[in-house]
C-alpha cells in the first residue's frame, strides 16, 4: 500500500503547484490543535472563510475568532502577502512589463483585488516598457472613482514615462467595462497621444477575474 505524501513532503517532490489549498495552508499552519491534525484544522479554517483570498483578507478580529487561528498566525500571514506584493512589484521593475502582462496583471490584481473601494492605479513605464514607478492615482467609493485625465499626464510627463498601463478595481466583482470606464480610458487615451504617451492596456481588477481593453480590442 503505497502510503500519501505529506503536504512539506509532496511539495519537495512535486512542487507547491501540486499542493491543494488545505495543503499549502497546513503548511502555514504546521500544527494542528488538540484532536484536530494540521490537515483537518486547515479544511476546517478554508470552510469557515470560503476561499484562501477571505481568509488572507480577514481583518484581525474575524481572524482571531477562528479555533486554532491566533496573533501569531495572522502576523505570518499579513508579512507572507506583503513579501508576495513586493516580490511581484520587483518581478515588474526588472522586466519588459507589457512582453510579461501576465506579471503586471498579477501585481495589479494583488494590489486592488481586496480592496473595499474603488482606486484607479496607473503603471507609468519607459521606452523599453520598464516600470519607473507605480500610483495608486485617485481613490474613490465602493463603486465609483473620480479620475482627472490631467493629472495623470502630469505625473507622466514629471517621471518621463513614454507609456501606461491603467487599472482600476470593482469592489463588486464584476469587470465588464461600464460606459464611463470606456470614456475615461479614452479620454486618458486622447490626452497620453497628445505628449506622445501609449496607452498599453487598462485593466479592470474583480474578485478573482479582471477585463483587459487590449485583450479585448478596446485599445
Known sequence: MITPLM?????????????????????????????????????????????????????????CQIKGLGVTQFIQLQATTEMTKRYLAQEIKNQHVFNEAKVARLYLQTELSHQEREIFFVLFLDNQHCLIKSEEMFLGTVNSAMVYPREIIKSALYCNACALILAHNHPSGEVTPSEADRNITKDIQNAAKLMDIRVLDHFIIGKGNYFSFAENGYI
Open 7 to 63: 503536504p512539506r513532503e509532496k511539495l519537495l517532490v512535486l512542487g507547491a503547484k501540486a499542493l491543494t489549498d488545505e495543503e499549502l495552508l497546513a503548511i502555514f499552519l504546521r500544527t494542528g490543535i488538540k484532536n484536530c491534525p494540521v490537515m483537518q484544522l486547515a479544511t476546517n479554517v478554508l470552510a469557515e472563510f470560503g476561499s484562501l483570498r477571505e481568509l488572507i483578507r480577514a481583518d484581525k478580529k474575524t481572524f
